[in-house]
């Protein structure tokens, strides 16, 4: 095809434009020879003809490309400050983008790799809405018997897999083996994603059916390569995970670790799920089981069957289903719901994680808004004061085209060099959100990879070419003869209404992100001064870890743990020390009982949760007796209960609760007897309702399997922590010689629950500075070259008798002017706004109006302060001189 | 992209370059050749401005070149026309003949 032929042409002449010229040499000397031996006109110039020939391609344009970049470089480095300013200015805009849109676009963009014609696939959700009215959740987890019940809506079984997820396997069966997560799935797992084996093979369905047990497993590529050295002959061995023996089958094709956020190392037949044959739950196994919400489900919808229906249809099935389930405590109103393949786009409402990365792409994109507004004024500024060379440039017949590209090409060359520096501002950033708000996420791609690398460069040219053109288009069409005669000076006779514009929409959003920050910080104050009802500062909590399959029995951890208690009472620095089952806000139990004729199970809305801990927990850890005293130790505590505030509260409004009976299981068992109210902890999280919570004895026989092995140490006033902390560790190895001690001082353990809050504040706060930092640069900058090209209006004015305070007043006044009315439009932004940030703040209405005003108040200083150097330089002008140009 | 403008005297190189190609592919020098004769020497082609119209219709695509063996056995650059450079010469010879007629009419004009 000719054009191809052409463009072909074209584009060697410009790749090897060295080849080129040879060739055209070449040409002409031949051409020459011929004409030696034929006679007819000579070539005259040669090296002309060769420069006129040349121009016939594409290098003509390249050449000239060559020139105004080369010019664009020149006048760049001749204008350091502006240069390093639009450089900073734009590379924090670009770069913070890039740091945001790097997490957005694994959380929200990013198919799972490897997965063929992602879009078809589809997530089984199911919406919880309590009965009794307690709050709406959304949850992918259902019962084995509940995916059979969907599996027959489905239409073709053989289109919806099931899984479910183990983690944390050691390999080797050592505690400091690779961490493994192997996910139990149906056969159809693989071939409903389209993924092959890279070596070796899938299990079969008859492998993977329930209650066939054949520990085969298929490894990540990763997983492979990292953990097992990549041994080719890995096909048909065993690798040992925790206890117990696993034969490898096949390995997945790389680039393949599953398709949820966090990254899956393996994969095992379903039925191979250990504990599935002999672990019994009260209703069953776990393939029988409506208790075990442990499983997960995706498919193919079968042709023919739409997503409405049978969201309609396996909603009425998996009610009728529930009832049976569960009986009078079913959730007869929770509805199922189809989601794709990228988890975080829903239907489940976003994680506090999700929520903060999706505002902080909103606030990037604002910070980079002001910064472009920012660059465009510097530039603008700058193209003042060569009003002179481009008119002279115009005099001498540059095209206006030319001239537009002249300039464009000269921000596009800055923004260029702001791009290098964003991908590093990127790379950087993209890791710390990483880190830090998202922790619980496997990222496979590096923190910067192509879907970054291409964003940032394309948002930095797409800038660099608006920053460019729009001053370039304003001063190519100058008042030829004026500035010519004038040049720079006359530059401030006109204000330009451009940058008044420009500083008003800075201003603006920068009071917009003001406000934000304020909130949040606030937010986070507010979050931090909540009482969780424990004692977070002096207080630790010490455990003892084994080796996989090497613990010994239950009753003698809990023995050799509890001596460990009373030997550690006595101890130097310990101020008080108990045992519990679990770490505090990190899990609970159920059990049902009976208080007088009503059972707990009716408690639908706020159902009260139990815990297992020692005497002496409530003292250790925090916890204040309100009324009675604590139960008894050991044995003694048999029939003794304690229960918090708000479920005394909540069974006994108006009563006392000491002395009250419970019957735990059956309205006929004896009874358990209430020795006393303690204060009500949070039960998980930071923001709760008070939770009706009770407490049980650890050594009594309905908490025998709840474990008890978990000590929990409050330190005296003064006392070296980390001496204590070692002492327990000590004491635990003594009496559990084969067992790993570990100590996590309570501050850690709850940490977590304030990283989202915390870096939330941090986050807006940090970009909240970042436009205030823009925002007076700009404000400074314009001031300071209207002035600068205004010195002789100033001069004339002091030699009319103006004093210093005049003209910084005047001067001072314009700027301030201009940002009132930006901050005017900021407030009024950030009011419209509020609901955008809503779900971030806790304690504070988004239109809080003291918000509003501090951060009006701190734009105005800072306009201010920006303007009151030049003005004060302006105020200095000298008279004499400025006389003597007139 | 700088252009030359289309006036009638380009268009009449681009319409002789064309044509001598037309027939077969050559060299400039054979372009060169074959339009003195075939004018009798009453058109003789700059070679600078022969060699310009052969970029320019190659950087359009009207021609392409490479290189081959001349029949002095040295090697020289082949252009042929392309099927966008057969439309082309169409196009021109059409425009060409009315040009022609129209100057014709108003030289023959009483």
């Given amino acids: 095809m000719s054009w191809i032929d052409g463009l072909r042409h074209r584009v060697r002449t410009v790749l090897r434009p060295g080849a080129y010229a040879q060739e ?40 000239l490309l060559r020139q105004d970049v080369g010019y664009a470089w020149r006048s760049i480095r001749r204008t350091p400050a502006v240069t390093a300013m639009v450089v900073i200015t734009l590379a924090l805009g670009v770069g913070v983008n890039g740091a945001v849109f790097n997490v957005l676009d694994q959380l929200y963009l990013r198919d799972p790799a490897g997965v063929v014609n992602a879009g078809g696939v589809r997530r089984i959700w199911t919406k919880h809405t309590r009965t009794g009215g307690g709050p709406i959740f959304y949850s992918r987890a259902m019962a084995y018997p509940q995916y059979k019940v969907a599996a027959e809506q489905w239409g073709d079984t053989a289109a919806l897999a099931v899984m479910t997820l183990r983690g944390d396997f050691k390999l080797g069966g050592t505690r400091a083996g690779v961490s493994t997560n192997v996910l139990f799935a149906s056969a159809n797992y693989f071939t ?83 504990g599935a044959v002999s672990a019994r739950y009260e209703t069953g196994s776990i393939w029988t089981s409506p208790r075990y919400l442990s499983f997960f489900t995706f498919g193919r919808l079968p042709t023919g069957t739409s997503a409405v229906d049978f969201e309609r249809r396996s909603t009425a099935a998996m009610r009728d289903a529930n009832r049976q389930f569960y009986g009078a405590f079913a959730d007869t109103l929770s509805t199922l719901s189809l989601g794709g393949i990228i988890e975080s786009r ?81 790379w950087w950033g993209g890791s710390v959100l990483r880190t830090q708000l998202m922790s619980d996420i496997t990222f496979v791609q590096p923190a910067i990879h192509a879907h970054v690398v291409w964003v940032t460069l394309g948002v930095a040219l797409a800038c660099g070419v608006l920053a460019g053109v729009i001053p370039a288009l304003q001063f190519s069409k ?23 514009g420009l500083l008003v929409a800075q201003a603006a959003l920068s009071v917009t992100l003001l406000v ?4 949040l910080v606030r937010t986070l104050r507010n979050i931090q001064s909540i009482d969780i009802g424990f004692d977070t500062s002096h207080v630790f909590y010490a455990s003892a870890g084994y080796d996989p399959g090497t613990a010994p029995p239950m009753a003698e951890r809990i023995a050799r743990i509890q001596e460990v208690e009373q030997r550690m009472a006595g101890r130097n620095g310990v101020a008080a020390v108990g045992r519990t089952a679990l770490f505090p806000m990190g899990g609970f139990s159920f059990w049902s009982f009976w208080w007088g004729s009503d059972s707990s199970q009716s408690l639908q809305k706020t159902p009260p949760v139990g815990f297992a801990v020692g005497a002496k927990f409530f003292e250790a850890s925090g916890m204040r007796v309100l009324a009675g005293r604590t139960f008894d130790d050991g044995p003694a505590a048999e029939g003794q209960l304690v229960v918090n505030d708000a479920l005394a509260k909540l069974l006994w409004p108006g009563q006392d609760a000491i002395g009250q009976c419970v019957r735990f299981d059956k309205s006929t068992e004896p009874c358990t ?16 309702q008070p939770q009706p919570q009770y407490y049980l004895p650890i050594g009594v026989k309905r908490t025998e399997n709840m474990g008890g092995t978990i000590l929990v140490v409050r330190t005296a006033p003064g006392a070296n922590l980390a001496a204590v902390e070692a002492d327990a560790m000590a004491l635990i190895k003594q009496a559990l010689p084969n067992s790993y001690p570990q100590v996590r001082a309570m501050e850690e353990i709850v940490a977590p629950k304030y990283r989202p809050w915390r870096l939330g504040a941090r986050l807006f706060a940090g970009v909240g500075l970042l436009a205030l930092i823009v925002a007076v640069v700009g404000i400074y900058s314009t001031v300071a070259y209207s002035v600068g090209q205004r010195t002789h209006e100033f001069g004339v004015r002091i030699a009319l008798g103006a004093q210093l305070r005049d003209i910084v007043n005047q001067v001072v006044g314009e700027g301030v002017r201009v940002v009132a009315v930006g901050i005017g439009i900021g407030v009024a932004l950030a009011f419209a706004a509020g609901r955008l940030v809503k779900s971030l703040l806790y304690g504070v209405e988004p239109t809080d109006l003291s918000a509003m005003i501090l951060a009006a108040v701190v734009l105005l200083g800072a306009a201010v302060a920006a303007s009151v150097l030049p003005a004060w330089r302006a105020g200095r002008a000298d008279p004499v001189g400025a006389l003597r140009r007139e | 992209m ?57 950087r359009d695509g009207a021609v392409a070149a490479e290189w081959g063996a001349s029949e002095n056995n040295r090697k020289a650059r082949f252009y042929r026309l392309t099927p966008a450079g057969r439309r082309l010469l169409k196009a021109e010879e059409a425009a060409w003949n009315d040009y022609v007629a129209a100057v014709a009419r108003v030289l023959s004009a009483t």
């Fill in chain 1, 24 to 63: 055209l040499a070449d040409e002409f000397s031949h051409h020459r020879e011929l004409h030696g031996a034929g006679g007819g006109s000579p070539f005259g110039n040669a090296t002309y003809h060769r420069e006129e020939t040349r121009r016939m391609t594409w290098l003509a344009w390249t050449d």
């Fill in chain 1, 673 to 688: 007897i209430v020795t006393g109210v303690v204060s009500t902890a949070s039960r998980g999280e930071l923001i709760e």
């Fill in chain 1, 192 to 274: 409903l994603l389209g993924i092959r084996p890279f070596k070796g093979r899938f299990f079969t369905a008859a492998e993977a059916a329930t209650g066939v047990v054949t520990n085969q497993i298929v490894l990540s590529h990763r997983y492979w390569q990292t953990a097992l050295a990549g041994d080719e002959a890995i096909i048909g061995k065993r690798i040992k995970l925790d206890t117990s023996e696993w034969e490898v089958i096949g390995i997945a094709q790389p680039g393949f670790d599953g398709i949820d956020l966090r990254a899956e190392q393996a994969w095992a037949p379903l039925g191979s799920l250990p």
């Fill in chain 2, 2 to 58: 700088p252009r030359e403008s289309n006036g009638p005297l380009q268009g009449t190189l681009d319409v002789l370059v064309l044509r001598a190609l037309a027939l077969q592919a050559t060299h400039g020098y054979g372009v060169s050749e074959w339009i003195r004769e075939r004018t009798a020497g009453s058109i003789v082609i700059e070679d600078a401005a022969l060699y310009k119209a052969l970029h320019r219709l190659e």
């Fill in chain 1, 346 to 426: 829903g239907p489940a409402t976003p994680r506090q994680e999700e929520l903060i990365i999706t505002r902080l792409q909103v606030v990037a994109l604002i910070v980079l808004i002001i910064a472009v507004a920012n660059v465009v004024n510097l530039l603008l500024a700058r193209a003042v004061s060569r009003r002179r060379e481009i008119a002279v440039r115009l005099a001498l017949g540059i095209s206006r085209a030319r001239l537009v590209r002249l300039i464009t090409i000269e921000s596009v060359v800055l923004a260029m060099l702001a791009a290098v520096a964003a991908l590093f501002t990127a």
């Fill in chain 1, 516 to 519: 934000g920050a304020t909130l």
């Fill in chain 1, 478 to 500: 100058p008042e030829l003869t004026a500035d010519l005669k004038e040049g720079t000076r006359a530059g401030g006779r006109r204000r330009s209404r451009l940058r008044d």
